[in-house]
């Protein structure tokens, strides 16, 4: 065999391998999935999504749905996107174990609790949106609408709302995971991280004030957690600097 042929050879099954793992990982989804559908089901879990913003509305009031068919799309929507956060730890480790023959025994040290880490941290960062930002975002807004207006939001665009506040805060509570990345893989030294702590500040409230709504306590709600997690991020790098370097690296 020519080693232009190994490496075609190589290359088809790594992509081989890489259609297993997307494969395991889709059926874990769809088991999650299946199983929200069954219970709770598509209607309560929306109706557990959308308890914030009917806590914030006057008494009686409800959401509408616009769209023909948005009754039964959007709890399913809501369905799916909740499956995939709690499918998120199996998806992850698919991702790790497509990566780990490549890796080295020093290497792989650092890599399943990155996995756990960053599973933790966005599902922690979607739980501190719900139950935290979501109440005091959706009172702020009903507070300024004036008498003569009902405010009755429309099922799908505060799906879109949700989601889009979910996936941010979701990805913002991972800087603890991109710091040790970049530490660890040396691409920026950490007394550098530190010597740009104060651009970091800035650019979490930047980042705040564009993905939240225009209100004091969601933009503070997301800068200061982006800003301690940093923090975070900046003592436990050295941690896994240490315990993933090479034998020789001790030398």
């Not at 075609?8 to 559908?37: N, P, Q, Y």
Request: charged share 10%; glycine share 6%; net charge negative.
């Amino acid at each position: 065999m020519t080693e232009q042929a190994a490496g075609e050879d190589t290359f088809i099954s790594h992509l081989v391998e890489l259609r297993d793992r997307l494969v395991k990982a889709s059926i874990g989804i769809a088991i999650v999935c299946a199983a929200l559908m069954a219970w709770p089901g598509p209607s309560q879990i929306y109706d557990l999504i959308a308890a914030p913003m009917i806590a914030s509305l006057p008494p009686g009031s409800t959401m509408i749905a616009t769209g023909v068919i948005s009754p039964f799309l959007v709890p399913m929507k809501v369905t799916l996107l909740l499956s995939f956060i709690l499918a998120l730890p199996w998806v992850f480790y698919q991702a790790w174990a497509f990566i780990a023959p490549g890796l080295y025994a020093h290497e792989k040290r650092l890599v399943m609790p990155l996995v756990i880490s960053s599973s933790l941290l966005f599902i922690g960062g979607v739980a501190f949106c719900y139950f935290f930002v979501f109440g005091r975002v959706f009172h702020f807004i009903s507070a300024f609408a004036p008498t003569s207006i009902a405010v009755t939001p429309d099922i799908e665009n505060y799906l879109d709302f949700v989601m889009s506040m979910c996936l941010a805060f979701g990805a913002s509570f991972e800087v603890p995971v991109v710091v040790v990345i970049l530490v660890r893989m040396g691409i920026v030294p950490i007394e550098k991280l530190r010597e740009v702590r104060s651009y970091v500040i800035v650019g979490a409230f930047v980042i705040s004030a564009i993905v939240t709504p225009p209100d004091v306590v969601s933009q503070l709600a997301l800068a200061i957690p982006m800003w301690l997690l940093f923090e975070l991020g900046l003592l436990a790098a050295p941690i896994f600097v240490r315990a993933t370097q090479a034998p020789q690296e001790h030398a």
